[in-house]
């Protein structure tokens, strides 16, 4: 073995799903990644795998940049100190923050899911936070938020995560593990092994669905019609956890039906409702008791009338609302076939654990919100919520919180672009990519000047990409830090080289999953010389806090003194971890049902504001939605569209193995994978076009066209068609163009997708449901 070559335990974060893996050092510069098999989340994926190919790339960014001429032009650089950046940049905000207020600067970075940023980002929500901007740009309207909060509106939290190891039938609805999440690929596999029914509910034959037991294809933007169908064939097989829904859910609340409010008893708390007893009269609850105490007294169905008051309960609301969808009307509307949907229906009734998992697949419709909805009522009818072999609370390691909400101003919150028109969904945590730039371009609800994004690409990963450019333009103050030059920095006032996740030091406490990987904390120093001038995001973030004069917030700009307050709550210390290069693994234990847990009061009960898993919303009544799921026609689909005959075809997307959104395309390695932007046809609908496979064909739709190669494939829906976001990087090694991100000669497939129809709770936008036409080259 080479005396300069090291090996090294470390976590790789390319992806969601932050692999334990070795790293092969030599002359401080890493050469290898491999996966390590003593991990508890040990693994790599081919992104991991190149990562050297990654950090050595002969395009890294080595300087800060200053740009030399207007924002219309192809930008000319100049070369700068950091300190000079770093002046700059803090006096900058302090004018603008001084002139008309801090909220007149947004921030941007990556998704956590998809890079390093779950190390670092919380330090720069936290310096936004002490600046006093609410305004961070985020994907979260269209890439989790149904899930991870929209679940909060029935659950009192996001979606719990799945207990593959226990559960014997596991649903993996729009969301492909295989391609895109290794770790949770694996659960998958070992839990098939162990003898588990695996579903999969996708209009496309992923890998995933491969692997099922059973694939599910509903047409696109269907699945809240085929989830009400499949609880309307439970509760006529009378195949639910009545237990559950009496004690536990509000299932049993008697409901006024002229106002739709709960009926409550005079002089009541926030806590009583009534329901209806086995003498069928009202009786007075108390949601924060032990439900033992009148559970056996009272009824899940009935109806309530006396002196002008007319009532019935949640349940009998439910029975009504989803007796509509028989699977006779569901395969009309999903085009599932029947035999298939009562195959499903049977496989819910009569398998039992279940557990869930949700992503993309659900999100990226203008009904996404309900759709999510209707899953997480689905899945309380099973009475699995929070028990083995269900989706379960995992316990989690006990940190200090890095981006603090508190250090912001509530009056601050509540300026939130996009907070006014939904606040009851995404911009309750960030402000979504058509906020910003209807900010920018009309200057309303204030005058929006600056942005700071930290390694995203707005223009690629957005909807309406043409808004986010002109946005870009007309921003007065735009300051990006990346690895490389990406459509971003053509629109930058100051560009600076970050170091990669390998380069940098990384604090990971948890690993997403089991109970075996969130109960573990890894400390990664860097593993590799950083090249020329790059610096760690979070090292650019504290020189900025203390040019700012938030040395008070920010540990004086020491790192280590951040990673130990963080750590401070676990008794553990920096060195302690640096002394277990493989990380710790500190005893977690789970308990179960912990909704029905002691308190002082009666029982602990939900998160929500009856304090039980709410199938009935009253709080989405009360903002002007339907307080139950229904069936929202996806309005960007052909089908539902007036003049669908001019754009006829059903747009989808789909993520790559070998690509993280916009990321990886310069890399030979991955790229040979995938060497040009392609569109998936299947035969049917290539024949209708006179199309061959591997040629060049123009994609349209109402606002735009893009150009991309034919990829015939029996794997998706006749009349649909598949593409990727994200195209945009040549690769030189491979003599492959990149493509313009900017025009219909380029593939950033957003310029396509309109922005007419949104979901109207979260915002989410139609990534895998809007239309377009095929046109061949000429």
């Known amino acids: ?102 909220e007149s600067v947004s921030y941007t970075f990556p998704t956590v899911g998809a890079s390093g940023s779950f190390n670092w980002g919380p330090f720069l929500q936290r310096l936004m936070h002490v600046y006093g901007t609410p305004n961070y740009i985020s994907h979260t309207n269209v890439c989790q938020w149904a899930r991870d909060e929209g679940s909060k509106y029935t659950y009192g939290v996001g979606l719990p995560q799945p207990d593959f190891e226990h559960a014997n039938l596991i649903l993996i609805w729009g969301h492909n ?5 290794l770790q949770t690929w694996k659960r998958l596999m070992e839990a098939k092994k162990r003898g588990s029914k695996l579903v999969v509910i996708d209009p496309r034959r992923t890998t995933t669905a491969a692997a099922a037991d059973l694939w599910i294809a509903p047409n696109h933007g269907t699945d809240s019609a085929l989830i009400l169908g499949c609880i309307n064939f439970l509760l006529q097989n009378n195949s639910f956890d009545d237990k559950f829904l009496l004690n536990w859910t ?79 009307k569901v395969e009309k509307i999903t085009g599932i076939p029947y035999k298939k949907l009562v195959e499903f229906g049977e496989l819910l009734c009569d398998v039992k654990p279940i557990s869930y998992y949700s992503w993309n697949g659900l999100e990226q419709h203008v009904n996404s919100s309900s759709t999510n909805r209707a899953l997480c009522i689905l899945y309380s009818l099973t009475g699995y ?52 730039a209807d900010a920018v371009l009309n200057e309303t609800p204030y005058l929006m000047r600056a942005l700071l994004s930290f390694g995203s690409n707005m223009v690629t990963q957005n909807p309406g990409s043409g808004k986010i450019i002109e946005a870009l333009k007309k921003l007065e103050f735009h300051v990006h830090v990346d690895m490389f030059h990406s459509p971003m920095t053509r629109f930058a006032d100051i560009v600076l080289p970050a170091a990669h996740a390998w380069e940098s030091p990384s604090l990971l406490a948890g690993f997403e999953g089991s ?55 676990l008794n553990l210390t920096l060195d302690k971890l640096r002394s277990q290069p493989v990380g710790i693994s500190i005893p977690l234990q789970v308990s179960y049902c912990k909704y029905s847990e002691k308190t002082n009061e009666g029982v ?134 990149g493509f313009d991100p900017f025009s219909a000669e380029g593939s950033n497939v957003n310029q396509l997708v309109g922005i007419e129809h949104l979901d109207p709770l979260s915002g989410s936008e139609p990534l895998k449901s809007y239309r377009c036409q095929i046109y061949k080259m000429s």
């Open 385 to 436: 919520f929070d028990k083995q072999g269900g989706n379960i609370i995992l316990p989690s390691l006990s940190v200090n919180l890095i981006k603090d909400q508190k250090l912001i101003p509530r009056s601050q919150q509540q300026k939130r672009l996009g907070i006014e028109k939904r606040p009851l969904g995404a911009p309750k945590i960030s402000a979504s990519g058509y906020d910003f």
């Open 515 to 569: 109970l075996q990987t969130v109960q573990h904390i890894q400390y990664k120093p860097a593993i590799s010389k950083a090249p020329g001038e790059t610096r760690p995001d979070l090292q650019i973030i504290m020189d900025l806090a203390l040019e700012m004069g938030y040395e008070d917030y920010f540990w004086n700009g020491d790192i280590e003194e951040a990673f130990n307050y963080y750590l401070q709550p």
């Open 250 to 328: 509000n299932a049993p609340f008697l409901v006024d039906k002229h106002t739709g409010k709960f009926l409550r008893p005079e002089n009541y708390n926030p806590y009583e409702f009534l329901v209806i007893d086995k003498n069928q009269k009202p009786y007075k609850i108390d949601t924060r008791e032990d439900p033992k105490i009148w559970s056996e007294n009272i009824l899940l169905t009935g109806e309530y009338t006396n002196e002008g008051v007319s009532a019935e309960t949640v349940f009998s609301k439910l029975i009504k609302r989803a007796s509509f969808f028989t699977f006779e």
């Open 177 to 181: 593990p295989a391609d895109t999440n």
């Open 1 to 102: 073995m080479n005396t300069s070559e090291k090996k090294r335990s470390g976590f790789c974060s390319q992806c969601v799903s932050k692999c334990g893996v070795i790293t092969i050092t030599e002359n401080d510069r890493l050469i290898k990644v491999i996966p390590d098999k003593n991990h508890p989340n040990g693994g790599i994926c081919p992104k991991g795998a190149s990562a050297p190919q990654i950090i050595n790339h002969p395009e890294r960014l080595l300087f800060p940049l200053k740009r030399t001429n207007p924002k219309g032009e192809e930008p000319i650089w100049k070369r700068i100190t950091w300190k000079e950046a770093i002046r700059t940049i803090a006096d900058k905000l302090k004018q603008i923050s001084s002139e008309t207020g801090s």
């Open 604 to 737: 602990s009960g939900f998160s929500t504001p009856t304090r039980k898993l709410e199938i009935y919303s009253e709080l989405l009544l009360q903002h002007g939605y339907d307080p139950l799921p229904q069936f929202e026609k996806p309005l960007t689909v052909p089908y539902y569209q007036d003049k669908s005959y001019d754009f006829p075809l059903v747009l989808s997307s789909n993520k790559l193995k070998s690509f993280c959104h916009s990321q990886h395309r310069n890399i030979a390695k991955l790229r040979k994978m995938h060497p040009d932007p392609f569109i998936e046809i299947h035969p049917q609908t290539a024949q209708m076009y006179k199309l061959n496979d591997g040629e060049w064909i123009q994609l349209a739709s109402p606002n735009g066209r893009i150009t991309a190669v034919t990829r015939i494939t029996q794997n998706i829906p006749v009349g649909a068609v598949y593409t990727q976001a994200g195209w945009w990087d040549k690769c030189d090694e491979l003599e492959l163009l």
